[in-house]
């Protein structure tokens, strides 16, 4: 089993709709979850960061942390053409060391 | 400020030789991480410094060697490059040290073929 597992896709989306991609983690002790957005040939770029149970909304983009479940998910709301790319969702364990999921990636349809 | 920068953009080795990846950011941060990137697999660490003069090892050290030359540079050194080290190399820096918990900024990226 993977330590950081997500759909690997692709998902694709109209314009305007809401984007949801979803991340499982298998280290219980985990605390800290990121999402990154990688354009095809560029690096990765960090869009949001969550670290207690909940929500946290960043203007379009809305993280869900479910640390019972040991499941985090992006929210991408009016999703726009600019938003296609691959989304990795990344975890720091109990080493102490970030972890990358395969990344999911994402294509919104004009 | 050129945030995190890496040399060289694209290199093909054969079997057996040798390079050295180059990093260096300007930002002033502790930490410095080198990871590489296949399909379907997305980021692994293969090393990082939490601080100058410090490394440790990542997810896949084997087959690498890193030199915290300062705290601007951070270096990947392949001793003998093997096909299975064929990838795209991202180095990455944070402000804190040890700071797995700040955000990472990721250099361009390096495309390795090995032969």
């Known amino acids: 089993q993977k330590e950081v597992e997500q759909n690997s896709g692709p998902l694709s989306v109209p314009e305007g709709a809401i984007a949801s991609l979803n991340c499982t983690y298998s280290d219980r002790g985990s605390q800290s979850f990121f999402w990154y957005r990688q354009y095809s040939g560029k690096s990765p770029e960090l869009i949001m960061s969550?670290?207690?149970?909940g929500d946290k909304e960043d203007g379009r983009f809305t993280a869900q942390l479910n640390k019972a479940s040991q499941y985090v998910s992006l929210l991408i709301r009016d999703s726009q053409p600019s938003d296609s790319a691959t989304y990795l969702c990344?975890?720091?364990?109990?080493?102490?060391?970030?972890?990358f999921g395969s990344g999911t990636q994402l294509t919104v349809l004009p | 400020n050129a945030g995190v920068t890496q040399t060289p953009k694209f290199q093909v080795l054969k079997t057996g030789q040798s390079m050295t990846l180059q990093c260096a950011q300007d930002?002033?941060?502790?930490?410095m991480y080198w990871y590489r990137q296949d399909p379907g697999m997305g980021l692994r660490l293969i090393y990082y410094s939490a601080s100058e003069g410090t490394t440790d090892k990542g997810e896949v050290p084997n087959g690498y060697n890193v030199s915290r030359l300062n705290k601007r540079e951070f270096s990947l050194r392949l001793e003998s490059a093997a096909p299975s080290q064929t990838s795209v190399y991202f180095c990455?820096?944070?402000?804190?040290?040890?700071?797995?918990?700040?955000?990472?900024?990721f250099g361009p990226g390096t495309r390795l073929t090995v032969l």
């Open positions: 990455a820096s944070s402000a804190l040290a040890g700071g797995f918990e700040d955000t990472q900024y």
């Open positions: 930002m002033n941060h502790n930490s």
């Open positions: 969550i670290y207690s149970n």
């Open positions: 990344a975890v720091i364990g109990s080493a102490r060391q970030l972890t």
